[in-house]
Structure formats: C-alpha cells, structure tokens
C-alpha cells in the first residue's frame, strides 16, 4: 500500500493558500529526491530539529568526554542535599557529589546500552518478524511460538534469569535489552508483514522471479522500516531504564556508577526531600529519548515529503 | 471477625479513630519473608508479627535494662551454673491455658535441640546445658555448660517466646496463631496485611490500650513513608530520607540501639593481612560524617571496639578514631591499596560513603560490589558475606561475648574475618564467667584494646531505632521494635 | 511547453444556452490555475496557467497525453493537492466557493455537498478492510438517509451500474471484486453523493465496451435528470466526443485548446490536439465494421468510411508447439466457481487476446496462468510467465524508484538495457526514475509496470489491460513495443483487453470468455469479420456502438 | 492461496456503514478462524509446557537457597540443608518438576514457601486482581493513545504533534515509580483522594474497588501511553497516506467517521500487537506498579517467588500469566482476521 510518515495533503493544509500568500510548511520541504545537502539545508531550517541534534550532541559530547572536561562524579564536592545553585547547578545528592557530574558522566552508559540495545533489538526482532509474516505457515508458527514463551515469561522474571546468565556489565546489557525487546518487536513486524503480504507488489516481485531474501529486504523491509524505526526509538528509552528495572529487582549495576536508570531508582526516595535528584537523570533520559524521536520525526517528515 | 468499628475505620482509610477509647493503630511493614513460626521466624516483619502474639520470659527496654514478662524474678546459684527462673503467675496463653513449667522446658528443649531450625540456637550452644523445671512451682532452672553472667540477656534474645508444650517447630502457627502476647492475630491475608485486635487474656491487659493494631503491608519504604504522609499509619521508621522528608518537627520516640553496621576485613587475605591497612582503614573513616550522612543522626560514633553505649560495661581508655589522613599515610607507608567491598543491598549507602572517604584520603582504590541479599547471604562456602575479602554486613545487638564467640572465635560460624585471637576468646570466656564489676571492668578494657589494635571489623557507629509518630499517637514506646523489647505496646494510645 | 496562443476560453464559445460563461452563474470558474511542486531545479509545474468554466448540467472533457496535469487539475477542483504541491489561481470558484480559500468543515461540507468523484485507480480508491456496499452507503447517510434507505439506495446503485447480485456484491471485499466491478463500484459512489459537479476520471477503463456504454448512458441519464456538470477526464476521444459538450486539452499542465467538443476534435486546431485526434479514423478504421449480427444496438447506422484490408499476420492453424496449455482448468474465489472447463492453448510468439464481459474471470485465469491461483485442471505453463496487473498501481512498490524497479528487473529477467532505455521504449521521460510510484500519474504507474515484464526476454507474459490507462500515442508506442519484442525474443502474450481496437491491431487470435467460459476461440480477423457465438457478437456491436457515436460531434446527447 | 469454503451467507452487516460490519466476512474468513484456533489449540499446551519446563529450570540460576531465605542468615548450613530436605526441595530437578507438573494437572499446585499457603488460592485471587487492574488500566489506555495518536498524525508535524511527542515520551521516559509517587504525592498525601495502598478490602463495594485501583491503574496506562500512541500515530500516518483515504475525505465524511471508518483499522494492525502484548505485560510487568501501591497483584507475588526460589509457586504462577498471555496474543491474531480481510496466516502457495 503506501508508506507511512507520509501524509495526503488535505486542502486547507499547506499550498491552499490563496495565491500570494507563500506557505510555510512546503517552503521548507525538500524537492522529491533532492540531493543530502538540499535535505539537510530544509532541515537545518526546522528549529526543533536542531535543537534535537543538539541535545543529542550534547550527550554524545559527555558520553565520550567527561573525564577529559574533569567532573567529579564520585567525589564529595558539596554540602548534603543542597539545591540547585550555580555551584551545583543540578544541586549535590545525600551523599554530597555533584548530580550535574553524575549525570553528565552518565550519558556514557546510557548511550552505550541505550543506541545499542534497541539497534540489536530492532536488528534481530524484524528480522525474525518479516520472515514469520512472510513465509508464514509453519515458519510463523515456529518462530512465534517461541517468541511466546518469552512473551509470555514476566518481564522481571525473564530479567532475573538473563541477569543470572549474563550479569550486568555493558555488552551484557545490551544483550539484555535485544532479548527482551525483540519478541515484541517481532510480533510487531510479523503483523505488518502480514498486511503488506495483501498487497500486489510482493506477488509482482515474486512473478518477476525476485528470491525470496531480496523480496524481503528490498521489498518488504523498506516498507516496515518506519515502523522499525518508531519501535527502535521507543526501545531506546525502554533500554537506557533497563538499568531501573534492575536495581528495583537489586540487580543494578553496582555504586557508585552514575546510570542514570540507576540514579532514578536509587534516588526516588529523595524525591520530596530532594527534587532534583531525581529529575536530573530523568530529564536526561527524557531529553535522550524526546531529541531522538523528535529528529527521527523531522527527518521522516522530510524524506517523505512529495511521496505520494 | 472484627469489631463494626474498626471496619468503619479502616474503610474510611483513616488509621485510627476507632469507636473504643484505644483505637485502632496502623503501622507499615514490608510482607515478612519467611514463614511466620516463632521458632523459626528470621526477618523483622516476621518477627514483628509473631512478637505481637507471643511473649517471652523477659525483654530489654531502650536503655539496655531488662525488663519482667513471664518471667518475674531470675537468680544464679553460688556456683554461677544454674539460673533459676520464676514465671508470672496467672500469665496464660492466648486460648485460656496456663503458662506452665513445662511450657518453658519445652520451648527451650525445642529451641536447642539437636535437628532444631530456629536461628535462636546459636545463642545458646555451649552455653546452655539443660531446662528442667525447677523445685518451687512455677520455677524453671536453667543449667548451664559454663558460667555466664549476661545468661537473661540471652533470654530476650531472638525466637525465645513461649509456647504451649507439644507445640511443633513445623506447624503452621499462623493457622492457630498460639502465644501468651498483648495481641490476637485475627486475619493475616497475603499481601496486604494483618489485623490483631487486643488480647484480653494478657496478664498486664490492664495496660494495653490499643483495641485493635493493623499492620498494612508496604513493599516499599516509599509508599510507607507516603502512607505515613497520608495518615495510613501512625508510625515510620525515622531513618534519613524520612527524616529529611518530614522535616525536624516530628514527633519521634527514640527506643534504643539496635544493631551496628561492621566492615569485615578478612586478616588472611592481602592487603588485609597487615594489621597496619586495617587501622589505616579505620583512621580513615569520618565517622561523625558517616552518623550524619548515612544514619540521620540516630547513631552513636563508635571506635572499633563491640561495645554497644547502653550496655551496662563500658570500656574505657580508648582514643576514639577520627579521619586523620597523615595517620593513614603514615600507617601505609605512602602506598596505595585497593580493594573490593562486597556488601548487601540494603547497605549501599555506608558502602558508598566509606568508598567515597577512603577514596578521598588517597590511600586507598576501593571498589564496590553491592549484591541483593539472596545472593550476598547466599549458602555455600563460598558465600559472600563470609568469604569476600572486605565486606560489609549488619549484626543485630548481641553481648560483646557473642560477639567474640561469634564473630572472631576459632572456628566461628560466622568468622567472615578468618581472625582468631586466643588471648581474646579466654579473656572473653572470662568475662562471661565474672560478677564482679570491676573485674568485668577491666577485662572489658582489655577485650575492646585488642578489637581496636586488631581491626578485625572496622565499627564506624553503633545505630538506634527510631521511629517517626503521628500526632495523634501518646506515649513513648518503652524499648526498641524488636524481639529483644518485645514488640511492646503497652501504654500507647491514640488520642 | 509554450505554444501558440491559448484561446480564451472565456469568450462565450458557439455552445448552447445551457452553457453561458458568464461566472456568476457558473458552476467552475477557473482562472489561471498553476499547481507546482519543488523540484531540484526551482518549481515544477503540474497544472500551468488552467482556465476552465463549465455550466450547471454542462459536460466538458478534459483530454491529454498521460501525465498532462488532467488528474492533477480535476481533484484541484475538489480541493486536493498532491502532497507538497501548492496552488495559485487568479480565480477558483467551484459552486460559489473559493475552494484554494476553504478549510476544515466548510471544505467538508463543499465536497460533500457538491463533489462526486470517480477516481482514476479504482482498486485502490477503496477501503479494503471495509466491504464496498457500506462504503457506498455511508455516502448515503451522510447525506441524511436512514439506514434502510442507504441499503436500498446502495443496492439500487449497483443495479444501474450493472453490478450482478448487488446483495451478495455489496458484502465482499474491494480485493474479491473485478477490476470492473471495483470501478462501477467507485461510479456508484460517486452517484450516491447527488453531485452537482462528477469528475469522472478515466471511468471506464476497466469496463468493457457494452457495460462502458451503459454506464455513459447512464451518466447522460442522470445528467438530464439532476442536471449536474460532468467534467469527463478520458483518454478514448470517442468517449469524450460522444459524451462532452465542450473539450479541454492539456499538455504538460498547460491548455493548449479548448472550445467546443465537435469543433476541437473534429477540427483540432493545436498541433498536439491534432496529434492526438490523429488516431482516432485509424481506431475505427482498425475495429471496422461489425459483422452481421442480431444483437448490436444500431447495426446499420453510420457504416465505417472504409474497410481497409488488414496486415495483420494470417491467422495461424492451432500452434505445434504451445507455450501455455490449459486443459479444462477450473477455478474459483472464496469457494464460487468462477472458470469453467477452460482449454486453451498459445504458442510461442503468439499473442492470444482474452476479451469478455467485466467479471467474466479473465485476470482469474490471468493469475492461474502465472501461477498465482489455485485451479483445477491442467495447466502447463512455462516458468517466468510475467504479469502486467490490472491495477500496475498496487503491483508496484511504494517505496521503491522508478530507476530501481527497472534496474532490477532488468536483472531478474536477464534483459541488457539501461532503465533509461527501458523507460523510452515505454514513453517515459528520463526525469521519472527517480521519482516514487505515488509521484507518478495513471498512464506513467502503468508503463513502468509494463516496461518492467518486458525488461527481458521471457516466454509469456499475461497482460491484463496493459494500455488502459495509456493515451492513444502512447498506447500505439506501447503496442509496438510488444509486437517488436515478440519478434525479437518470441514472446507470447495473453492479452486482457476490453480495447477491441488494440485487440484487433495485435491479437493473432482472440479467446472471448462469458462467465468463466471460453465461448469462441478464432483468428482475430475471422472473430472480427464473423463472430459466431451472441456474446462476441455483443462484444463488437456495443465497441462499433460507442465509437460510431464518436462521429457525431456534439455529444451524444444531440 | 486462496481458500476454497463455500460463499457463506452469514454476513449480517449489508450496508450502513463500513464499521458497522466487522463481522461481515466473507466465507473465507470464519473458515481461516477455524483454522487458526484449531492450530493454536494444539500449539498452546506446548508453548505452556516449554514455559513451565523453563521456569522450572531457570529459577535454579537465581541466586539463593530457599532454607536459606526462610532461615536467615544466622542460621546453620545443617539447619538450612534440613529445612530444604523437609520442604521437599533436594532431589533431582527434573523429579521435582514432573511432581510439580503431576500435581497441577491434578489441580494440586502445592505449598509456597514464601508465603506459606496454598499455591493455587493465592495465584487465582491474585490473577483476578491483575486482570481487573489489567482491564483497568487498559480501558484508560487504549482509548486515550488512540485519540492522542490520530490526533498526533492529523497534526503532523505541527505544533500539537510536536508538543505531544515531546510531553509523551518525557512521561514515558519516567519510571513507572516515580510517576506513581508524584501522583501519590498529590492526589493521596496533598488532596487524600486515593489510598496509598490500594489493596481491595473484601467488604469494600465496587465503586470502592475503582477508587483503590484507579491509581496504578493511571499509572500503568501513563507508563504505556507513549509507545501505543506513537504506534497509533505512525499506523494512522501510513493508511492516511493512502489513496482510499482521499476517497473519504473528497466523500465529505466528517474527520471523525474517515478516521473511524476508513484510518483506524487500516492503521491498527502493527498497534494491535502492541496491545496484545501489552496485556501480558500488565499481568506479569506490573510488579513495579503493585509494589508502589501495595497491590496485590500477580506480578510483585512472582517477583517475589523468583527472589525466593519458591519453585512451586513461581511455576505454576508464570504458566497461569502465561495462558492469560496467550490468550490475549491469540485474541489479537484473530482480530487480525477481522481487521483486515486480506491477511492469512497460512504457508504460501
Ligand atoms: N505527488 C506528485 N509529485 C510530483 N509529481 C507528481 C505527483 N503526482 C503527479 N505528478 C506528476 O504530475 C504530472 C501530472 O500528473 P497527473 O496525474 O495529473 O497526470 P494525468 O494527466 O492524469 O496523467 P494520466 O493520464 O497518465 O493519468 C505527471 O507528470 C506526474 O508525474
Ligand atoms: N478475491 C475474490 N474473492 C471473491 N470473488 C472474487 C475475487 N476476485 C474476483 N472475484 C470474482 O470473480 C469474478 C471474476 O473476476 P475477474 O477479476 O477474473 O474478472 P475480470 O474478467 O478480470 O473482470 P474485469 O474485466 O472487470 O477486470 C468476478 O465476478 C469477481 O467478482
Ligand atoms: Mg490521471
Ligand atoms: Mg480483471
Ligand atoms: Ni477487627
């Protein structure tokens, strides 16, 4: 059929203007097929798209430099529990480190696990997903079964198990996160497919002797990929709490690491004494994942523009 | 089951304002962990539960005193062998029998014996030889393996409560919650919580107030510190957060100290192994920092040595350890040590906190490994709590000999130090064997001099309960919410 | 492209009084209409500079080679852009409104109280998750019926499109009809709304000429009676000429002509009208006359100016060696049979026209033939057979380019050209390639689909109304293009087409089905010069019907 | 490949609206339901037995001794080994597990050790808890993501749209508990409007029941908003940009019915999986959620019996959320069905 992230334009939307009036939301569209350069230009005229890139580039920046810049996330720097102030501008914890340091040296985890987990999970549950919905039959019986089972198994529960069997490290996070999310995404996927199995262009690349890997990857997945992308994005918060969920069940990494999934969850009792314990990583998870989906978005929106 | 007032009460979600003069009160706990039998119980919830019903033969009030239940005189005989116990007449169990004799043979017989699982039996091993009934009526005697001056303390200690003889250590109590305590339990559902309503079968019910008492279950100190906000329940426990939360105009009761949080340090695994990076440790810990930080202020500065303040022997002669980063440097000899704490959930803020202080002075790379309880207590011989080279673990009040017996014997159970000192054990043995206060004195001194030289267990501060009130709740609680003070709610009312 | 002067359409033409100009009493009145979309070179311009004014009750057509701005600027009157597309007119008037200047629910009420709107894609113009009558009925309800009153009305509506069984019809799914059931379906619709303006776009394509009669016949009712304006968009000029009053002519967004239907294709007076009016003695000429027969309408009215031998290849004796063999194939669609006993045989290099009333079952056996439904029988085809959809809109990729699906079907079929090469042969422009399906009109979906079975050599290919969508320069490019190929690599084709006249120009022998049954197998000049069974008889006499009609200037209503 | 039931004459639906007749099949339809609850009658017993076979096993790896746990830490390594001997707990794992599986298809589930009761009582009055928490929280949900989400789509890219994603996924970014504690904070502490824990009294009538479960009700929804409408949005997107919806809109249908009629089911289909899983999810992945509020729901009890390796319960508790789940990924491929008429789940011709 067609193509999410696109949109029939109705009248009284853009270009319905009465004749001199230029209109604003086609002005910053690219032209069908224009070159990167035209794309990024259109785009760089969109303020919350930069201002997503920005956050985004922000927490690359601390992820990757914050023992260069020289916080202390570790350290006593501070009175207990102080608020925010221009010391401290995310004030200090019970503990009196500074939450700023701590947070900015927790974008470092967060990216790690965060970008990575929900790759993996997206990677490996559309994979499995378009191959059920496309070969259907017992392939799909086989492949959602046991897609099922871990479904079925309770969240914590299958946590506590994968924990048992991989612990807590990095690379084991997101090992993590790809074997929780991608049953769902799986399923997600399949059901897609099984739609897009209705249509005629795959019975037409199929006449047209396509093999059945290229039908699904030039075929199919072009057209389940923004819904791989909007499952992608929202894993990607889902991953960076992972570390939450954990330390709810004890299981967290271990202190004083600055997770930010951790900090939320270590620190939620402060959250009357002291706010901004945990709204500081909050936000910053917040700010990871509203930046992410909101440049996906901008960029959607964009690529789209002028199909159909 | 219950009283048409109460119902009206708890439906309303109010806590108290029962329809009778006493109320009914409304505490928080998280769902007990393990079976709730007297014999066996092990968590706090649990005995909490179990310690409303039940009554033992004497208690501990908040100052370190002892204080009659069931048991109303206790002496030793001349040759500081047998104690002999006279029970409270007229003191019945909560179905209208008589609290006998042979009721408290029983329980102890029960309680030590050879296939028993109440963690109560440690107390005794080696102490207590035989329970018979004792010549006068209502009289028991306990024979002892050695003399033991502190032996009634042992008496209040953790699952001691009486029961009726021929009650099983595997029955299921909580189907026929028996006991001699101030409370009837009435309805225990899973997940939510037990009510009790007033015993009035208890021999001081005169003195018990309350009408009714309604434990909700909370498995999270949060929604209890909500619930507290909310008026759900009229007591929380005073630790930090709470108190930060309340702010300092609570209306608090202080009952008394309850437990120490003790850094283990293994003496047979390097760095440990020199007694100088053991000190080094403990001169370099902030311990009034740490009091305040990690405890609220309701603890005392200890110094090394396992003397609990309200403890009737005090040792004395002691420098009391304080941070000095040039002693740490001096005693390291300007090396650097690093070293992993191994430690238990629940005390995850100490270990950060003595990391982040021994990692301040410079001295010292320490890492933490924080593990969730079933793992740190895990079974095996290569259970964190007892084999990690440092590790951090909390011990209830116990007499500075059990410690010693304990902690640092030969052979001890729960040795997680490796240490042994057999210069400590017979001067420990000692102790245990003397009246005389001055003698007592003096071997205290020398029993504390070598815990603070040795550093087996850096003490940072001894911690008290504390509980945060309702307003609307009277009277302070006469002795900590523990099995050791009884679970006492006498006198305590709502207004 | 610039072109001599266009005329000035609001000069009050040599019509009828029902069609006075004058734009306060207009229904449309466009001035200057310009619909562009951004481009890598500045604004592309879909629609450039259109005037149009039509009439209460009035008809006027709207003809073009495919991808002229027709569709573009027919839903511009229904206040539809293509997405990104603006618009600009120094007049837009339709009913009174200021359409460019309308929004939200005063736009919705506009079209629902004004609007009916054949679309040009059929098949994808319905909901598929929804059975079709409701969709037919809800245009019923909005306009104040009862639900009752819906239902009749829905099936009432099928009935006059000639829908068979409208009850049972009115239940099923847009994918479980015909192509030209999907279409009356989409005709009925439009019909429900009691428009004052149609738009009919390219409404008859999918139908067969009998049924397509009808329908016109229909519309020339309804319009009498309600006296609505029809604004007809058709590539087949006798469709126009016998059912429009007044004929627009665009090419590439711009109108080059425009006045009286009689006069403009009768006399075309621009060089691309008389390029496209061109064909039209050859069509007729190529149909010829029908034979005898009982049941053409007006057998002996208005006989063909000649009957010019043909230089169609001598009809061949049953071939030795056939590519596709059929032996009593059977099949059906949700349990109803839907082909009977069907036995056919197409040799290598042969083409074998399939003709037959819509709903017949012709893309059914289509897909049998290729594999693609299960039958009962035989059928022994070759592997590789490739299809041309119905619908080339559904059969291609959303999100694939142009260039793309080319380039590797190229590939796939073992073919040697460039997809811009591919994409000549088939009148593309190279500028297409890049573009997405949905960036493409009608005509230009259609030949990317027919250049893509064609992109290398196979032994069959079944085309399923192939030119369809196709203006007739193309369409005749389209068509050498197959015949050329066929000689080339010896293809055969099966050739769906209710075209009579490209049936008659490239068909060696034509297989006339009826209700899934082959009722006449024959070389195409002796089917054409003598058609045995009633059904081919039909067939013909309703294509000579409509086209002889084309003859009268003026419109069929004259 | 196409099926071959006889043209059943069944459907009611006629004309009258598209949504009025989702029932309204064709033969091929009922016939492909058949099919599909016959397969998955077979394949659920198994999927259950694997999940039951794996939890069995799996718990093992979780760290701990149930005697151990029962005992606490000052207990001695006899006494534990003791009180494991005397609960049954030594023997060979795969004994114990088809004892385990005897019992429950016998109807005996056992004792928990954690809580001391029989097994089978707690989880079916702790499964009816959840389920009414579940379907609470559900009707909050679904109904509101799908509005925000066509909201968000017809919107798109506008203000609206934006501010959405930005406040939706801000909330959904918030840990489930402190979303909980804000609202406590607010609507038990500030305005007592709602117990801080929620457990159902057994006298209490249903309008209090509603009261105590409408927080972690909302809070359940809010922690899955985000997710559902941003599927909605994207699903909606999609089946907005295709032609039969331009065939709507030019129809003159108000926005309401297009979207209700022609966009949603069109758009549902990726968004319905979600939902299906979702409702698994909220029986056994609210443990957070009940722990806030002291619900007693299945969740926080299995945590609780992994964190105490109280097999019996944890098993026969994940096989019986298991079937729930099931069901309801089941439901979900049959509304499939349904929704969209084109979809087959059988292998490919
Ligand atoms: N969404 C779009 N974006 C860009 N170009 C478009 C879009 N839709 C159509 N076009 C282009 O606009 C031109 C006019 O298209 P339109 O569909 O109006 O043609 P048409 O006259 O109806 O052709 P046909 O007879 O083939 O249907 C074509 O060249 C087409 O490629
Ligand atoms: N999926 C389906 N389910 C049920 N009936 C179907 C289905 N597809 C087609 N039909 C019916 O089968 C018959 C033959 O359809 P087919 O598409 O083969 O006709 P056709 O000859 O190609 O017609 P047209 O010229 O209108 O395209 C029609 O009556 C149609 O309604
Ligand atoms: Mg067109
Ligand atoms: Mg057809
Ligand atoms: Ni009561």
Known sequence: MSAPFEQTQLAGRAGHLPPAGPTRPAAQLPPAGAPRGQVLRALAHRPTFVLGVLVLAWWVFWAVGWQAVGVEPFERTGPLLAAPSAAHPFGTDDLGRDVFARVAAGARPALLVGPFGAGLATVLGGALGLVAGYFRGWVDNALMRSFDVLLALPTLIFLVVLVGAFGTSTPALVAIVALLFAPGIARIVRAAVLVEMGKDYVTSARVQGETHVRVLRTELLPNIAPLLLVQALLSLGAAVLITSSLSFLGLGAQPPSPDWGLAINEKRVLLQAAWWTVAAPALAVASLVVAANVVADHVAETASAGQR | SFGSGEAGAAGAGGASGGSSAGGTYALGLAEPDSTINPFTVSDWNAMFVVGLVSEGLITQDGKGGLVPRLATAWEVSGDDLTWTITLREGATFNDGTAVTADDVVATFTTITGADSLSPGASAFKDVLATVAPGPGPGTVEFHLARPYSDFPVLLTGSNTTILPAGTSEQADWKADPVGAGQFLLTEYTPGQGVRFTKNPRYWDAGNVLLDELHVKFYADAQAQLLAFQAGEVDQVAADPTVLRTLGAEVKQSAPGYTKFDGIFLDVTVAPFTDVRVRQAIAWALDRDAIVATVYGRNATVANDALYFPDYAVQPGGLTQRRADTAKVAELLGGRRVSFTITTVDTLQTLAEVVQQQLNATGSFDVQLSVLPSAQYYADGADTPWLSAPATITNWARRLPSQYVSQLFATGAAWNASKYSNPQLEQLSAQYDATTDPGQRQDLADRIAAIEWNDVAVVVPAFASSRLVLAQDVEADFASGQDFSGGFDFRHVRLS | MGGPAVPEPAVPGPAGPVEGTDPTGALVHVRGLRIAVPSRGGARHLVDGLDLDLAPGGAHGLVGASGSGKTTAALALAGHLPPGAEASATRFQVAGHDVLALRGERLRAFRAGTLGVVHQDPARALNPTAPVGPQVAEVFRLHGQDRAAARAGVLAGFERVGLPDPPALARRFPHELSGGQQQRVVIAMALAARPRLLLLDEPTTALDARVAAGVMRLLEDLRAEHGFATLLISHDLHLVAAHSRQVTVLAQGEVVETGPAGRV??????????????????????????????????????????????????????????????????????????????????????????????????????????????????VEAPRGVQVVFQNPDASLNPRRRVRQVLRRATELLGGEESPEALAARVGLPPDLLDRLPGQLSGGQKQRVAIARAFAGPVPLVVCDEPTSALDVSVQAQVLDLLAELRERTGAAYLFISHDLAVVRRLADRVAVLDAGRLVEVAATERLFSDPQHPVTRDLLGAAFALHRRAGTPGGGRG | MSTTAPAASSGTGGPGGPGATVGAAGGGRSRRVGRLLLTRAVQLPVVLLVISVLTFWLVQVVP??????????????????????????????????????????????????????????????????????????????????????????????????????????????????????????????????????????????????????????????????????????????????????????????????????????????????????????????????????????????????????????????????????????????????????????????
């Open chain 3, 265 to 378: 294709l009768a006399a075309p007076s621009h060089p691309v009208t008389r390029a496209l009016v061109a064909a039209l003695p050859d069509v007729r000429a190529s149909l010829g006359a029908p034979g005898p027969t009982t049941a053409a309408p007006r057998p002996a009215a208005g006989p063909p100016a000649s009957t010019p031998p043909e230089t169609d290849p001598p009809a061949t004796d049953p071939p030795a060696v056939p590519v596709l063999r059929l032996r009593s194939v059977g099949a059906a669609h949700a349990g109803r049979p839907v082909l009977h006993d069907v036995c056919l045989e197409v040799a290598a290099g042969e083409v074998v026209a399939l003709v037959g009333e819509s709903g017949s079952g012709k893309s059914t056996l289509g897909r049998v033939v290729a594999g693609l439904h299960p039958a009962t029988g035989t």
């Open chain 4, 64 to 349: 701990g001794d149930p005697g151990r746990n029962a005992l606490g830490p000052y207990a001695t390594a006899e006494q534990v080994a003791q009180w494991n001997t005397r609960n049954g707990l030594d023997g060979p794992v795969a004994q114990r597990y088809l004892h385990w599986l005897g019992g429950f298809l016998t109807g005996d589930w056992g004792t928990s050790l954690r809580f001391s009761g029989p097994v089978r009582d707690l989880v079916m009055t702790r499964l009816g808890n959840s389920l009414a928490l579940g379907l609470y929280a559900f009707a909050l949900l679904v109904p509101l993501a799908l509005v925000l989400g066509v909201v968000q789509a017809r919107r798109r890219g506008q203000r609206v749209d934006r501010g959405l994603t930005i406040g939706l996924l801000t909330v959904s970014a918030v840990p489930e508990f402190v979303t909980g504690v804000l609202l406590l904070l607010v609507l038990a502490v500030k305005w007592p409007l709602f117990p801080v824990q929620s457990s159902p009294d057994a006298g209490s009538g249903p309008l209090e029941q509603v009261r105590l479960m409408t927080l972690p009700a909302v809070v359940l929804a809010v922690a899955h908003l985000a997710v559902l409408a941003r599927m909605v949005r994207a699903g909606t997107i999609e089946a907005m940009a295709a032609p039969f919806h331009l065939t709507a809109v030019l129809k003159g249908l108000p926005p309401g019915r297009v979207v209700r009629s022609h966009v949603l089911r069109n758009a549902l289909v990726p968004t319905l999986s979600v939902v299906g899983t979702y409702l698994g999810t909220l029986l056994g992945g609210a443990a957070v959620v009940e722990t806030l509020f002291s619900y007693p729901g299945l969740g926080a009890l299995l945590v609780a019996a992994a964190d105490r390796k109280d097999v019996l319960l944890l098993t026969s508790g994940v096989v019986v959320t298991g079937l729930v789940s099931l069901l309801a990924l089941l439901l979900t491929d049959l509304v499939f069905l349904l929704v969209d008429p084109r979809i087959r789940f059988g292998g490919r011709t």
